[in-house]
């Protein structure tokens, strides 16, 4: 299964809303998460389920979707933010990542 | 609390092997999943493959079958990676990842340092 994520990066500013999306070439159920990761750094879990928040994180974080189609919404973008993420399906083998998306600072 | 703590850097000549470990801390070893992640420098996330603690029983993505092995020692909670016939695109840093669930399909909570595996002649 392939997961396209768009965009591939993007610049936006402290306090905008941001909106990442992922889309499975096939239905994967809600097996998806969703990532943040910060150059040097391992992975960090934000969303598991497609819509679960992890514990921990924080609620400005959301997910949704199901099937083919997710997004991964930041509601008010903090600096600590500006990162990489990753959406993972993990509905068939192998549990594919997608291409990633960069939140740059405009 | 849980930690996951990984073997040092590798430097290795193509055709070697190479065989990464992950201590588990804070938590019962045997009861989650323990994912296998690499990155390719400025590249993105690539599963590898998963073992069960309990069992042994492991999953690889077809792409590393024959090449890669997993396994564990439940009597020092430790995992281990071990990836053979290295070529230079092995270059990455690898990275174990504990399920969140006690089930396969949770996705990594935690995760380890990582690990850099340089493949150079």
């Known amino acids: 299964i392939q997961l396209t994520q768009s965009p591939s990066s993007l610049s936006a500013s402290v306090g905008d809303r941001v909106t990442i999306t992922c889309r499975a070439s096939?239905?994967?159920?809600?097996?998806l998460a969703w990532y943040q990761q910060k150059p040097g750094k391992a992975p960090k879990l934000l969303i598991y389920a497609a819509s679960t928040l992890q514990s921990g994180v924080p609620s400005r974080f959301s997910g949704s979707g199901s099937g083919t189609d997710f997004t991964l919404t930041i509601s008010s973008l903090q600096p600590e933010d500006f990162a990489t993420y990753y959406c993972q399906q993990l509905n068939s083998y192998p549990f594919t990542f997608g291409g990633g998306t960069k939140v740059e600072i405009k | 609390q849980v930690q996951l703590v990984q073997s040092g850097a590798e430097v290795k000549k193509p055709g070697a092997s190479v065989k990464v470990s992950c201590k588990a801390s804070g938590y019962t070893f045997t009861g989650y999943y323990m994912h296998w992640v690499r990155q390719a420098p400025g590249q993105g996330l690539e599963w590898m493959g998963w073992?069960?603690?309990?069992?042994?029983?492991?999953n690889y993505a077809q792409k590393f079958q024959g090449r890669v092995t997993m396994t564990r020692d439940t009597s020092i909670s430790t995992a281990y990676m071990e990836l053979s016939r290295l070529r230079s695109d092995d270059t990455a840093v690898y990275y174990c990842?504990?399920?969140?669930?006690?089930?396969?399909?949770?996705?990594?909570?935690?995760w380890g340092q990582g690990t850099l595996v340089t493949v150079s002649s």
């Open positions: 096939q239905g994967i159920s809600s097996y």
């Open positions: 990842a504990r399920d969140r669930a006690e089930v396969v399909r949770g996705g990594g909570s935690h």
């Open positions: 073992i069960n603690p309990n069992s042994g029983g492991t």
